[in-house]
């Protein structure tokens, strides 16, 4: 059955999601995108069907909403908390992984405890550490690998520190956005040892990222695929925006030239800008927050309506965030439109810097 819902994977994924079936990690009750569009709550007791299917279909399945404070029967309003990842993007990150027999593997991020199972039967349960930063899933999750079986060590935590007293690790699985790689991952990984993760640095697209780590203590690597992916609770990107005195300037740039930018365009301007980026469709217009996350006092908002020459660019504070993201954008356009595939990142103990080509052609 899992064959038919996703792109073959290598060879030992696949043993491997056939030996740890995907039901056994699903709750009775989740959020799922529904056969013919939208998103709907599946219940095992009231609708087996329907919760059947999605389980055995190639999407992701919600399980927690607003961190555990509202109930996953009342819908798919409020935030999305923790999932069960659909089961190709979770192939393609143990693909990227490339674990084998031996190798000592964390995972950051235990969720219903799915990975960790597939990461057991790749590696062995007695190599495999997860952390999970939620105590309600964390003991759900042990729950659910007692039953298969199935006997990782499971850590209650916050994954960004990792797990020194477990160390060193040949692989680091990570399975929530990042956009502030920890380095205390870096540390804990065997030179050669890889780490995959979920880059996602608040502007339009996440990237799957696989470095590797150096015996000079940084790790390098470069960007492979979309990863979207919930954030960890210690790097949620929220909000900042403070109310200020606005001034109005016009622009000539559609703003969906940057909310729809390629993967490539999206890393590149939010590593020479440091800003994000986040969208609302109204009925008649679409409004475009620029936000700086270091200064909630500064901050763009762009205003598209259909048919218009040009667009009202409202700012407050002294830096042009609109100005700087559209000449990033042409600074992209200048270099020849390099995708996604073109960029990487070293991260040393001073913190992490994007590139293009080369580690000496850094960005910002």
């Given at each position: 059955m899992i064959d038919a819902i996703i792109a073959r994977p290598a060879a030992r994924t696949h043993a491997a999601l056939h030996a740890v079936p995907r039901h056994l990690f699903i709750p009775p009750v989740g959020i799922a995108d529904a056969s013919g569009g939208g998103e709907v709550v599946i219940d095992r007791d009231a609708d087996p069907d329907t919760w059947w299917d999605a389980v055995y279909r190639n999407v992701p399945i919600v399980t927690q909403l607003d961190d555990g404070t509202t109930d996953l029967r009342s819908g798919t309003s409020g935030l999305y908390s923790s999932s069960n990842s659909a089961p190709g993007t979770v192939t393609d990150f143990l693909d990227l992984l490339d674990p084998c027999p031996g190798h000592r593997v964390l995972e950051i991020g235990t969720g219903t405890g799915w990975t960790a199972a597939l990461l057991s039967h790749l590696v062995g349960a007695h190599n495999v550490t997860s952390i999970e930063v939620d105590a309600a899933l964390a003991e759900q999750a042990a729950k659910n690998l007692g039953e298969a079986g199935v006997h990782p060590h499971l850590i209650t935590g916050d994954g960004a520190g990792g797990s020194p007293e477990r160390a060193p690790f040949d692989r680091v699985h990570v399975t929530c956005g990042i956009h502030a790689v920890p380095y205390a991952w870096?540390?804990?990984?065997?030179?050669?040892?890889?780490?995959?993760?979920?880059?996602?640095?608040?502007?339009?697209?996440?990237?799957?990222?696989?470095?590797?780590?150096?015996?000079?203590?940084?790790?390098?690597?470069?960007?492979?695929?979309?990863?979207?992916?919930?954030?960890?609770?210690?790097?949620?990107?929220?909000?900042?925006?403070?109310?200020?005195t606005s001034r109005e300037t016009r622009t000539?740039?559609?703003?969906?030239?940057?909310?729809?930018?390629?993967?490539?365009?999206?890393?590149?301007?939010?590593?020479?800008?440091?800003?994000?980026?986040?969208?609302?469709?109204?009925?008649?217009?679409?409004?475009?927050w620029v936000t700086d996350p270091a200064d909630p006092a500064c901050w763009s908002l762009v205003i598209y309506v259909p048919d218009a020459g040009d667009y009202e660019v409202h700012q407050v504070g002294d830096r042009p965030l609109w100005e700087e993201v559209v000449d990033a954008y042409f600074r992209w356009l200048d270099w020849g439109e390099p995708g996604r595939y073109r960029f990487g990142m070293t991260v040393t103990p001073d913190g992490q810097r994007v590139w293009l080509d080369t580690p000496d052609h850094t960005l910002g």
């Open positions: 870096v540390e804990q990984t065997r030179p050669g040892g890889v780490i995959v993760l979920p880059y996602d640095p608040g502007f339009v697209a996440g990237h799957a990222l696989r470095l590797t780590a150096r015996p000079d203590g940084t790790a390098s690597g470069t960007f492979d695929g979309g990863a979207e992916y919930m954030m960890m609770r210690s790097q949620r990107i929220i909000a900042n925006a403070e109310d200020g000539r740039i559609d703003p969906r030239t940057i909310t729809q930018a390629s993967p490539g365009a999206a890393l590149a301007i939010s590593a020479i800008t440091g800003l994000h980026i986040s969208s609302h469709q109204e009925t008649s217009r679409l409004l475009t």
